[in-house]
């Protein structure tokens, strides 16, 4: 049988790389995307394109390469994604618009792509790395948890429009782990005239302090494999430590204030 064929945005560096990496060795033949290929001359295992999925003939012409190379796309992984922190009043709109164009607009893009390839095979996966803090509403972090729910609730709805050709979509959705998001991320400045500085630089110290200690993407990779072996994959994943996926489970349970009241303290809010 030959090799599934996988596609796998923002592969570059962090959980992309990660999942990439793991399915090579699993014997998947793979391709990655970024931004900028030419940053990486040296790069391998897995192969590189050039992507940026705001981009829509970009998006086109990555999934077109992959097809025409291999005959075949079997399995979508949407991981390609921007954090973005602030108080959502002093969060430029532009920056906003950004941050639903990549976490939100980018994996949509990519799935009306590979779409009408997988109906012709009658087969064909899409995962959505996500994000726990799509489940709830994170002060400061209120643009990256809702674009991450956005495409948490798009999924579902596309799952039962997709299902009758073959093809399986799922969310997948990480806690904290140790990856360079941080780093690039967009976050409104801490002014010293605001009247959130010093409970937004408290909860900015907190977010890093989370990143840094976060678990190894590996498992958001060994996650995706199950999912991917997986004959009739659920609607949402979570993996994370104990305490992040029980945050999702009390979300469902508490009373609202009873909840908010929990993020409160959390946040020292």
């Given at each position: 049988?030959?090799?599934?064929?996988?596609?796998?945005?923002?592969?570059?560096?962090?959980?992309?790389?990660?999942?990439?990496?793991?399915?090579?060795?699993?014997?998947?033949?793979?391709?990655?995307?970024?931004?900028?290929?030419?940053?990486?001359?040296?790069?391998?295992?897995?192969?590189?394109?050039?992507?940026?999925?705001?981009?829509?003939?970009?998006?086109?012409?990555?999934?077109?390469?992959?097809?025409?190379?291999?005959?075949r796309l079997d399995i979508l992984i949407n991981n390609a994604?921007?954090?973005?922190?602030?108080?959502?009043?002093?969060?430029p709109y532009e920056e906003i618009l950004k941050a639903f164009?990549?976490?939100?607009?980018?994996?949509?893009?990519?799935?009306?792509?590979?779409?009408?390839?997988?109906?012709?095979?009658?087969?064909?996966?899409?995962?959505?790395?996500?994000?726990?803090?799509?489940?709830?509403g994170l002060p400061f972090r209120g643009v990256y948890s809702?674009?991450?729910?956005?495409?948490?609730?798009?999924?579902?709805?596309?799952?039962?429009?997709?299902?009758?050709?073959?093809?399986?979509?799922?969310?997948?959705?990480?806690?904290?782990?140790?990856?360079?998001?941080?780093?690039?991320?967009?976050?409104?400045?801490?002014?010293?005239?605001?009247?959130?500085?010093?409970?937004?630089?408290?909860?900015?110290?907190?977010?890093?302090?989370?990143?840094?200690?976060?678990?190894?993407?590996?498992?958001?990779?060994?996650?995706?494999?199950?999912?991917?072996?997986?004959?009739?994959?659920?609607?949402?994943?979570?993996?994370?430590?104990?305490?992040?996926?029980?945050?999702?489970?009390?979300?469902?349970?508490?009373?609202?204030?009873?909840?908010?009241?929990?993020?409160?303290?959390?946040?020292?809010?």
């Amino acid at each position: 049988m030959a090799k599934e064929v996988v596609l796998v945005t923002g592969a570059s560096s962090g959980i992309g790389k990660a999942i990439a990496l793991y399915l090579h060795n699993k014997g998947y033949r793979v391709y990655g995307t970024t931004r900028d290929v030419s940053k990486y001359p040296d790069f391998g295992p897995f192969t590189l394109i050039k992507l940026d999925v705001n981009q829509e003939d970009q998006v086109r012409d990555a999934v077109q390469e992959v097809v025409e190379k291999e005959g075949r796309l079997d399995i979508l992984i949407n991981n390609a994604g921007v954090g973005i922190t602030g108080p959502v009043e002093e969060t430029p709109y532009e920056e906003i618009l950004k941050a639903f164009e990549t976490n939100f607009h980018g994996p949509i893009r990519m799935i009306k792509e590979v779409l009408p390839q997988m109906r012709t095979q009658g087969s064909g996966i899409i995962i959505n790395i996500t994000s726990i803090a799509g489940y709830m509403g994170l002060p400061f972090r209120g643009v990256y948890s809702a674009s991450k729910g956005a495409l948490e609730l798009i999924t579902e709805a596309l799952r039962m429009e997709t299902q009758a050709f073959g093809i399986s979509i799922t969310n997948l959705a990480p806690g904290d782990f140790a990856t360079n998001i941080a780093g690039g991320r967009y976050h409104a400045p801490v002014n010293e005239d605001s009247p959130y500085r010093e409970v937004y630089q408290k909860s900015l110290d907190l977010m890093n302090a989370h990143v840094d200690s976060g678990q190894d993407p590996i498992m958001v990779a060994e996650k995706t494999y199950a999912i991917i072996n997986n004959q009739k994959p659920k609607v949402h994943y979570r993996v994370g430590t104990p305490l992040q996926k029980l945050s999702v489970v009390l979300k469902k349970i508490l009373p609202d204030k009873v909840y908010e009241g929990m993020l409160k303290k959390h946040y020292k809010l």
